[in-house]
């Protein structure tokens, strides 16, 4: 289970790190198709990019804000998860009786018997 949680989470934070990066050069894509509709393809790159490079900075912080946003949010979680596990089992902590001085397999089966013991970890 861990495994495939770690690898889920990290294709979760690249989809949200890709959508306000794919949204900047979507907003460029706009702005160049909006000021020069039937201009030959050499001046519409050209303004392409001009407008991607007065959007890249804004977009690269937003990037970088929501991909620590998300990894905090992901190593919080991780770490209330190995907590919640580590108090369930300090919860059941199972108390190993000691053993008996000859142990056989009757010997053993009434010694957990008396004492009312169904299962022992070994």
Known sequence: MRKSWRSGF????????????????YEAYDAASRDLE???VVAWSITFVEKLATRLPLTLILVFVVYGLVSVVGAVLWRLH???IAAQAARHAVETPPWPNKLSPATASQFFKRRGIRHHRY
């Open 10 to 25: 990290k294709q979760l934070r690249l989809l949200l790190v890709a959508m306000p990066l794919l949204a900047g050069v």
């Open 38 to 40: 039937h201009e030959p």
């Open 82 to 84: 190995g907590t919640s």
